[in-house]
């Protein structure tokens, strides 16, 4: 049985699992203490739990514990890891290099960085989504104290050659920031072995609550200073004040314990059921466009085009289906993703495009009904499109 609608929109969020939820229950009623409050058994209960949480998160990712902060969100762990790192290291440069394809949390703290005097480089990508790495190596100076690239993309999947950019930042004596938000769960993570030296992550891309993020700040070869952007009581070792969100934090290492185990099964998964949906797309519409890498990419991501019918016209034919055509954080802009201009689309591939986000709770039958009403609906809209019979004119 289908329930409707169904849901596409995993990039976006992710319904809690009952396995995070059942470990955070606890936390909210009788281990509810604060973790600062060290005077009495309930404050050393729930601190045990946050370092426990801390522990097996550090762990998933190959870093010590003392490397993470709890944050609100993966867009505060991007805030503190950015301005962190420019206030605390301007003596030694001003340069920071992104991509133009970045998060809008990245993309707006650096726009940010410029009007207090830092210079910015925006480097462009290729038409897959693709950073160019000699680009890069072209662009980092005397000057550069950051690199700040994502790990995976959240509207086209397409996922960065983290390890080559983390190996040339550490040979050229740079910071290498990457948000890795939607890979996290997706994809395995060593930041020592990849030579990160700051990563953004959450809980609510992975099935577990909103709210709580982390970020992970390298403490040794090199050790990375950054300045606290929230003034407090100098919580997280003095990286971010604010009374700890524990049933979050807890929610959070349950969500990544979950998603490890689960992974090699979930991406296997996920990208039959995916590349399915590609296939079927192809085969049955003329004029659609894959946009981002097949190649390299997360194996829940479809971003589509299917020319001569608007984006969200689509959408709004398809209210069965929850859908999206951009960023969750962006969804206020009637303009074309930033995202997708920087991949140099011409118009009619801009306007078309949609996002399929499969997760964890995506079945076989729903991938089948997204397939069939898509079908439908753009088959529907391009014959009443007079731009579209005009076209098929021409090609007869």
């Keep these: ?25 606890p936390y909210f009623t009788e281990r509810f203490g604060n973790p600062a409050s060290r005077q009495y058994s309930i404050g050393w209960i729930a601190e045990e739990g946050v370092e426990q949480a801390r522990g097996a998160i550090a762990k998933t990712i190959a870093a010590a514990s003392k490397e993470i902060v709890f944050t609100s969100s993966s867009t505060e762990s991007n805030n503190l890891a950015i301005k962190g790192v420019a206030e ?36 462009p990508v290729k038409e ?19 690199v700040s690239i994502l790990y995976a993309n959240n509207e086209i999947g397409t996922i960065q050659p983290i390890s080559e950019i983390g190996k040339m930042c550490k040979e050229k004596g740079v910071f290498f920031h990457t948000d890795a938000t939607q890979a996290i769960g997706y994809l395995p993570i060593d930041v020592q072995a990849s030579n990160i030296d700051l990563m953004s992550f959450n809980a609510h891309k992975i099935y577990g609550p909103k709210g709580v993020g982390a970020l992970f700040v390298r403490q040794s070869n090199p050790k990375v200073k950054i300045s606290m952007q929230m003034d407090g009581g100098g919580h997280e070792r003095g990286m971010r004040s604010g009374t700890l969100n524990v049933p979050g934090i807890i929610g959070l290492a349950k969500a ?71 960023s969750a954080c962006s969804t206020a802009d009637p303009e074309p993703s930033h995202v997708l201009k920087a991949l140099r689309l011409h118009s009619d591939r801009l306007h078309s495009a949609i996002r399929f986000g499969l997760g964890r709770f995506t079945t076989e039958d729903e991938a089948k009904y997204v397939i069939t009403r898509v079908i439908e609906e753009v088959t529907k809209l391009r014959k009443l499109s007079p731009y579209y019979q005009k076209e098929l004119e021409y090609a007869h």
């Design 256 to 326: 990544l314990q979950v998603a490890s185990e689960l992974r090699e099964l979930e991406v296997k998964r996920l990208s039959k059921l995916r590349d399915e949906m590609y296939k079927s797309f192809c085969s049955e519409l003329e004029d659609v466009f894959l946009n981002g890498s097949m190649a390299n990419r997360l194996p829940h991501n479809l971003n589509m085009s299917f020319l001569h019918v608007d984006s969200t016209t689509l959408m709004m034919s398809l209210k069965d289906i929850a859908l999206s055509n951009g």
């Design 88 to 123: 605390a290291w301007r003596q030694k440069g001003n340069h920071i290099i992104t991509l133009q394809t970045e998060h809008k949390s990245v993309l707006d703290v650096c726009k940010r960085l410029e009007k207090s005097g830092f210079q910015v480089t925006y480097l």
């Design 1 to 25: 049985m289908i329930h409707k609608p169904v849901y596409m929109d995993y990039h976006a969020t992710t319904p809690v699992d009952k396995r995070v939820l059942d470990a955070m229950l």
């Design 128 to 146: 897959d989504g693709m950073l160019d790495l000699q680009r890069l190596y072209d662009a980092i100076t005397s000057e550069t104290i950051l």
